[in-house]
Antibody, heavy 118, light 110 residues
Framework: EVQLVESGGGLVQPGGSLRLSCAAS????????MSWVRQAPGKGLEWVGK????????YYVDSVRGRFTISRDNARNSLYLQINSLRAEDTAVYYC???????????WGQGTLVTVSS | QSALTQPASVSGSPGQSIAISCTGTSSDVGGYKYVSWYQQHPGKAPKLMVF???DRPSGISNRFSGSKSGNTASLTISGLQAEDEADYYC??????????FGTGTKVTVL
């Protein structure tokens, strides 16, 4: 059974940084593209970015490029999202998802909440 | 990259059929067969319902069907049931090798 479990969310002050993690199991992690998707409270889904199976290619939505960095450790079956210079508008539930060209998210984690507030 | 356009809400009675539209551009919906649809119940993670415009993952009811014409994709739910009440989002692969989601549609079962 495919399982994705996010962690690392919490309350952070504007301008701060946070590193989110996603632990994957139930599939060969190193074979798949992985995505991050976020959802602000009461709002819709926003695709954040994706990373190639070997980590050599990364793509981001324009609104986060330069502040967000996606990485992975295939030996640990883990996906990461480093978020810097946090803003109030980054407050959201962050989901990790297994993806392929057919769909931004074929399997999803339960999400982790990031709240940016002073 | 602008969000794909969906109606804010759609409603129907049990047993009826409803359709949700998803309008993009030739750089996303119109240019590729990689349109997907997601169901999200309150407080839960999204769930893939349709991929590649009209294919269903294993275990998804055939009451859910997808189609596309030009820059607009559609999700049809037939034989509407109470458990279908949820938010639905479309998504498309884009010419920038990224993805974009729709604005979301709240489905209400009357």
């Amino acid at each position: 059974e495919v399982q994705l479990v996010e962690s690392g969310g919490g309350l952070v002050q504007p301008g701060g940084s946070l590193r989110l993690s996603c632990a994957a199991s139930g599939f060969t992690f190193s074979n798949y593209w992985m995505s991050w998707v976020r959802q602000a409270p009461g709002k819709g889904l926003e695709w954040v970015g994706k990373i190639k199976p070997d980590g050599t290619e990364k793509y981001y939505v324009d609104s986060v490029r330069g502040r967000f960095t996606i990485s992975r450790d295939n030996a640990r079956n883990s996906l990461y999202l480093q978020i810097n210079s946090l803003r109030a508008e980054d407050t959201a539930v962050y989901y990790c998802a297994r993806c392929d060209v057919s769909a931004a998210g074929t399997y999803w984690g339960q999400g982790t909440l990031v709240t940016v507030s002073s | 990259q602008s969000a794909l356009t969906q109606p804010a809400s759609v409603s129907g009675s049990p047993g009826q059929s409803i359709a949700i539209s998803c309008t993009g551009t030739s750089s996303d919906v119109g240019g590729y067969k990689y349109v997907s649809w997601y169901q999200q119940h309150p407080g839960k993670a999204p769930k893939l319902m349709v991929f590649d415009v009209s294919d269903r993952p294993s275990g998804i009811s055939n009451r859910f069907s997808g189609s596309k014409s030009g820059n607009t994709a559609s999700l049809t739910i037939s034989g509407l049931q109470a458990e279908d009440e949820a938010d639905y989002y479309c998504s498309s692969y884009t010419s920038s090798d990224t993805y974009v989601f729709g604005t979301g549609t709240k489905v209400t079962v009357l």
